[in-house]
Structures are given as structure tokens and as C-alpha cells.
């Protein structure tokens, strides 16, 4: 492709986006579906979204400790959420289990 522009232009890796400042999240305007609305109504409609909620939870320190050292650099937060599925999942198998072997056992019964 042939250059049309003679200007010299130095070519960087540098981000040419302007950097956000405190001031410039303070201004912003928060909307939704085009509609400006208040801080707390963009907070519900992101954790809405989003699919989670925020709790507190008092855990054993030696629990917190665990997975502060298992997510290295990623939220140990993320994974306790995680863990919690996984047992959630478990727990499921181990009810459909159970009903499959009650039903089985009330076939065998009559």
C-alpha cells in the first residue's frame, strides 16, 4: 500500500488513551439503557447482571489462609465461589443417587 502522508510520525507502544483519573469517575454519568439514573439504581442493575451478591461471612482464619495461598494471583475469593459450587454440584449428584436407589429399592419391594 503506498504512503500518502509524508509527516513523520514516531510509532510508539504507549496507550494513546487519556489516563482516568478519580475526578474523571466522580463525572461520569451513570445510565442505563440510555436513561440517566442514580448510583444505587446502576449498582442493582450491575449486581443484577452480574448474578451476584454481596454477603459477610465470618470464616475460620485457617480456611481464608488456604485459599489465599491456592489463588496465587488470582481473587482467593473467586475461589471459595467456586468451591462452593463444586460442593453444591456434589451434593446434587449425591441426592439424584439416593432417588435413583429408593425408587430402585421400591421396585423391588412390590
Known sequence: ????????????SDDDAPKLTQAAFDGARLRIGGKDVSRAEWQAAVRARVGKQ??????DAPVVEHFKAAAGGRG?????????????RGQDV???VRQVVREELGRVAV
Open 76 to 88: 482467593y475469593q473467586t475461589l471459595i465461589n467456586e468451591a462452593l459450587r463444586e460442593a453444591i
Open 1 to 12: 500500500m503506498k504512503q500518502t502522508s509524508t509527516s513523520k510520525m514516531p510509532v510508539t
Open 94 to 96: 449425591v441426592d439424584a
Open 54 to 59: 454481596r454477603i459477610n461471612i465470618m470464616l
